[in-house]
């Protein structure tokens, strides 16, 4: 059953990308269609509650800061959560990423904390995951999430609490873990915890998805709600021009600071034994291609563009879990076909389960963030949520537009 739920998940996918053809998927897709007018009109009724004020919303206190987008997946918002929370931990600032932990488990047995100013265990209703504490991991990517996991894995002196409720989240983050700047991770729509600063990532590649709103397009959006952005970033930029693209943008946010970026690979580095390789050393490599994510050929191509022979392609729906079947399965393939190693993503990396016989090396890449032009804007931001006005942030708190 679980089996057939992903393949589900993942032919959805396809119908959305396009990449799903035949009468199913257009009758699929003209039915959505009509679903997404549906969806718009109740995201910009959300959005006027807001506000209206009809809706409150919590003030911590502290700085808070959302990373987020208009569009469902693929713009890169793992990396600039990881870019952001360490240059602001070098800056001083004790940061805590709050994240929902998408598809994460419910754990077995609640984690017990004592309350730092009275010494009583809190509630479990309370307790909202703690993935990290900064010093500690303690949760793996299973209960965690994938990417909070990836945060917590790669940020040592950064906190990383998971909870749908992220108000709670971030309660316990200030109150337990002596956060001062907490992070939305994925925040742009959670709008009970008010925002300082929202940062929108866009892709530079495809920046409104498909141009429809879910469920036919992967818009959660109206690009004319861009207005909310403090600072926008491009991503995934190839050092072209982007002018066309910031007029566009431009046209539904004027001030905001613009940001151009993008994410490249750094290295190889083996799953299991965690041993790091050049670039180079895909070069003219037979490569075998296992990803889920929201749009692999962007990840397969750039295997391509560093010289990979990839030979076979294995798609899974975005955040599968991966099972020893899997990928005894796929190594299996690659095997039989001779291949030089196995690839994957750094997210999918997380979730791939040792093999009883590794008869294939299996690496992932390892991706980082470059910025290549407003590095000056970047360091504004940076200095607004390390020494903000204490005018600036009431205006802030006061600022955002949520009308339609």
Not at 44 to 73: C, D, M
Not at 101 to 125: C, E, F, H, M, V
């Amino acid at each position: 059953m679980k089996e057939q739920l992903a393949e589900l998940e993942r032919w959805g996918a396809d119908v959305i990308f396009g990449r799903a053809k035949g009468f199913r998927a257009a009758m699929t897709r003209f039915l959505m269609r009509a679903l997404s007018g549906v969806f718009r009109a109740l995201v910009q009724l959300r959005l006027w509650k807001y506000r209206s004020g009809w809706k409150p919303q919590h003030h911590l206190g502290t700085r808070v800061v959302a990373i987020g987008n208009i569009t469902v997946g693929g713009t890169g918002k793992t990396p600039v959560v990881e870019l952001l929370a360490r240059t602001l931990r070098e800056r001083g600032r004790k940061v805590a990423i709050l994240s929902r932990g998408y598809k994460s488990r419910k754990l077995d047995k609640p984690q017990t904390w004592n309350d730092k100013a009275s010494g009583r265990r809190i509630s479990p209703d309370n307790m909202p995951k703690v993935v990290s504490t900064g010093s500690a991991l303690l949760l793996d990517s299973k209960y965690a999430g994938d990417e909070p996991f990836m945060l917590a894995k790669n940020l040592e002196g950064v906190s990383v609490v998971v909870d749908k409720n992220r108000v709670k989240g971030g309660r316990f983050a200030i109150s337990q873990l002596d956060a001062d700047t907490l992070v939305l991770d994925d925040g742009m729509q959670y709008l009970d915890l008010a925002h300082g600063l929202d940062v929108v990532l866009v892709d530079s590649g495809a920046p409104f998805g498909t141009g429809a709103m879910l469920p036919r397009g992967t818009l959660r959006e109206p690009p004319k709600n861009l207005k909310r952005a403090s600072y926008i970033l491009l991503t995934k930029c190839n050092g072209h021009s982007n002018e066309d693209l910031v007029r566009r943008i431009r046209k539904h946010n004027p001030v905001a600071g613009i940001i151009e970026c993008t994410h490249g690979p750094i290295h190889l580095e083996n799953v299991f034994t965690r041993e790091r390789e050049p670039l180079e050393f895909l070069r003219d490599k037979w490569v075998g291609a296992i990803s889920a994510i929201a749009v692999p050929e962007a990840f397969e191509g750039s295997l391509e563009k560093l010289g990979a022979k990839v030979e076979i392609r294995r798609r899974f729906a975005d955040h599968h879990r991966f099972n020893r079947k899997d990928v005894e399965k796929f190594m299996q393939r690659c095997v039989e076909r001779d291949m030089e190693m196995i690839v994957t993503t750094e997210k999918d990396a997380v979730r791939f389960p040792r093999p009883r016989s590794i008869d294939v090396p299996v690496y992932f890449l390892r991706i980082e963030v470059e910025i290549l032009k407003g590095a000056e804007v970047w360091d504004d931001l940076i200095e607004r949520l390390c020494h903000p006005e204490p005018a600036f942030e009431h205006v802030l708190r006061n600022r955002c537009a949520y009308d339609g």
